[in-house]
């Protein structure tokens, strides 16, 4: 099972609002990513928690604040966004500390800023 | 640094036309991981293959073959009979020197495949 899941599908927000978006593997994954992806671009890294600490953060504005409340959570908590800030979400998986396992991805969340 | 470098922005075929993604590489390591993904319109990116830097034997899945070559850096991937279904874009990725941390993947900008019917 290479699974991993996000929350919501489609998100459409104002600039004042607040809300957050989740991803989740049960994989054993102890490595953990957020991507940003503009249309007709590749994904952009954003953050990486490495057995639930935040391990690169790709200089990202404070308004995207991630959280790994586990092993199997990943958060990305959204505030006073910008409309350029409309984007694709990706959240990917690995498995750390057996080389270079391949990142499994989530089906992603479409972000519409207001 | 490394780069990843696909040429080809969009692609246009037939239903059944073998169609070849490129793929060029840049990297000083000699380890490193070369992969590729697929994103259909819904969004998903599917992992369909990785190769090691030590290992260039070619491979076939079904339709799908990948030719990588380390002598002129590249990591090609060819659909043979091509489908509507696979219609998308291809990404074609890097990653360099294990990072318990990292793993970073540096992305190339994709190849957007339509096959029409």
């Known amino acids: 099972d290479t699974e991993v899941t996000q929350t919501p599908k489609h998100l459409v927000m104002g600039m004042t609002n607040k809300k957050s978006l989740k991803c989740e593997q049960h994989?054993?994954?102890?490595?953990m990513y957020w991507y940003k992806q503009k249309a007709k671009k590749p994904p952009e890294l954003m953050f990486v928690?490495?057995?639930?600490?935040?391990?690169i953060n790709e200089s990202v504005p404070s308004r995207f604040s991630p959280e790994c409340p586990n092993s199997s959570l990943l958060n990305l908590h959204l505030h006073a966004l910008q409309p350029e800030d409309s984007a694709l979400y990706l959240c990917?998986?690995?498995?750390?500390?057996?080389?270079?396992?391949?990142?499994?991805f989530g089906p992603g969340t479409r972000l519409l800023v207001l | 640094a490394q780069k990843v470098t696909q040429a080809q922005t969009e692609i246009s075929v037939v239903e059944k036309e073998d169609v070849t993604l490129d793929c060029v590489y840049e990297?000083?390591?000699?380890?490193?991981?070369l992969f590729w993904y697929k994103q259909p319109p819904s969004g998903e990116l599917v992992f369909l293959i990785r190769?090691?830097?030590?290992?260039?034997q070619n491979e076939i899945s079904g339709r799908y073959s990948w030719n990588f070559q380390k002598s002129t850096s590249s990591f090609n991937f060819t659909i043979t009979a091509s489908q509507v279904v696979d219609s998308a874009v291809y990404f074609c990725?890097?990653?360099?020197?294990?990072?318990?941390?990292?793993?970073?993947?540096?992305f190339g900008g994709g190849t957007r495949l339509m096959v029409k019917p």
């Open positions: 990917a998986s690995r498995n750390p500390g057996q080389g270079l396992e391949t990142q499994y």
């Open positions: 994989m054993g994954h102890r490595a």
């Open positions: 928690y490495s057995y639930e600490k935040l391990s």
């Open positions: 990297t000083r390591d000699t380890t490193y991981y």
């Open positions: 190769r090691n830097s030590f290992d260039e």
């Open positions: 990725a890097l990653s360099e020197s294990y990072n318990n941390a990292g793993n970073m993947l540096t």
